[in-house]
């Protein structure tokens, strides 16, 4: 049986899905059980506002929600929610994600996002910002984390290495 989503991962168009694949396959190397819906806080309000709010009484803890253009969608999400929301900014459009990043992490005081870069590394770093929520209170994670690190650390030794062994001058 698939395990229930503890992540729920929301984007605002199907357009956003090849740079929202960056988080998934983040949380699918942590083996954390996720959700991906497409629900925009513009074109399909009243089931966004749904999915937000039902979201805690279904066991999900985190919610990422990556949108592009007047990116609305993170900010609506953490209206109808008291769940950790991290929001993505989508680039693209005729202003290549600035728009979105603001739009995402301006927010007013008392509904917080936490915001993160523009486009395929912020998506990347906001699954990795929910396992390490997760990690508080789930030991395993905590130490999946830290390999992580080590064979990021790891792989540019070896890339600095690679470097110096073909380096002419
Ligand atoms: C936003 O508008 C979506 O998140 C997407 O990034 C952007 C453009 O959507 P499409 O016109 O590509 O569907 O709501």
Do not use: C, W
Not at 36 to 49: D, E, F, G, L
Not at 118 to 140: C, Y
């Amino acid at each position: 049986m698939k395990a229930a989503p503890v992540v729920l991962l929301m984007m605002g168009s199907d357009t956003d899905l090849p740079t929202m694949q960056e988080a998934a396959n983040i949380l699918g190397i942590f083996k954390v059980p996720y959700e991906m819906r497409i629900s925009s806080a513009h074109r399909s309000p009243v089931r966004t506002m749904s999915l937000a709010s039902e979201a805690a009484g279904r066991g999900i803890k985190i919610i990422i929600a990556g949108a592009g253009m007047a990116a609305h969608l993170a900010g609506v999400v953490a209206s109808k929610t008291i769940l950790p929301v991290i929001g993505v900014p989508m680039p693209g459009g005729a202003l290549n994600g600035l728009d979105a990043l603001y739009a995402t992490v301006q927010m007013p005081g008392g509904i917080p996002v936490a915001t993160m870069a523009i486009g395929r590394a912020g998506a990347k770093n906001a699954a990795l910002f929910a396992v390490q929520i997760l990690a508080l209170s789930e030991p395993h994670l905590a130490a999946l984390l830290l390999r992580y690190r080590e064979e990021m650390d790891k792989d540019l030794e070896q890339k600095d290495a690679d470097l110096q062994a073909h380096q002419d001058v």
